[in-house]
């Protein structure tokens, strides 16, 4: 499997170009960009990008779009019927042309099987893409689950903190263990390294406690279930609201008196 990866200086963002071999078909997975780099490698390895996934309709992960199409004019743009919605109510006027693909699907882009499973959370429609060839597997999780981390549930079009937790519990952390984690954003990990290491999923296994920490998260009253290292340098926080219910949101967002 030929990988390339580039990462937005800014955003931390990451796009990926993947094919099966030189010279024969490929695809992208999401276009924040640059993009530039990812043009050239298909360029020099005389390949033909037919497709483009997109995990969710986030500005960071599809601002470049226009960029790979206006390369390649045929090149298919497809990503979830609620992402699109998302997407074009964001003011994509071009996203109604956009195709869409849903979890059940099975994509055959060269010796590559692309199958999209839905793990909503950060966003309602957010998809992630499990990548299979001879080399073994490699899942594309968007912003559901990054390296010691996982997605916000407040950023726009975000579903449920419970969402995002099967999700991951349920979906992500089912596959193989050895299968390859390219995340959004950030460093790859692995499905085994991540259920060993990443502190939201110790917890959710029962191996570590919840904290207990009196807080005010969003301006609110709450407990501060975990502070957490997040990709970009930052925390994400667990937090619980005085109903019973769950939010992950921005570690600074959250203020303790500590």
Avoid at 207 to 221: K, N, V
Wanted: charged share 20%.
């Amino acid at each position: 499997m030929i990988l390339e990866r580039s990462t937005h200086p800014q955003f931390v963002s990451n796009t990926f170009l993947l094919a099966d071999g030189e010279g024969g078909p490929a695809f992208f997975i999401d276009a924040g960009g640059p993009v530039e780099p990812l043009i050239g490698a298909a360029e020099r390895g005389g390949l033909t990008p037919t497709h483009l996934l997109l995990t969710h309709h986030h500005y960071d992960h599809v601002s470049e779009t226009g960029k790979l199409k206006e390369r390649w004019p045929q090149l298919k743009v497809l990503i979830s019927a609620r992402e699109r919605e998302l997407l074009a109510g964001s003011g994509q006027e071009q996203a109604r042309d956009y195709e869409t693909i849903e979890a059940g699907q099975t994509l055959q882009l060269g010796g590559l099987s692309v199958r999209p499973l839905h793990t909503p959370g950060h966003t309602a429609g957010m998809l992630s893409f499990l990548v299979s060839g001879p080399d073994g597997e490699a899942v594309f999780t968007g912003d559901t689950l990054f390296r010691d981390s996982v997605g916000g549930v407040r950023a726009p079009g975000h579903s449920t903190y419970t969402e995002l937790r099967d999700s991951i519990m349920g979906t992500l952390m089912e596959l193989a263990p050895g299968t390859v984690i390219h995340p959004g954003h950030a460093e790859d990990s692995t499905v085994q390294r991540e259920w060993e290491h990443n502190p939201f999923i110790r917890i959710w296994r029962g191996l570590d406690p919840q904290g207990s920490t009196p807080c005010t998260a969003l301006d609110e009253p709450a407990t501060l279930i975990l502070l957490a290292p997040d990709y970009d340098g930052g925390n994400k926080a667990w937090v619980r609201w005085p109903d019973g219910s769950d939010d992950i949101v921005p570690g600074s967002r959250v203020q303790t008196s500590a």
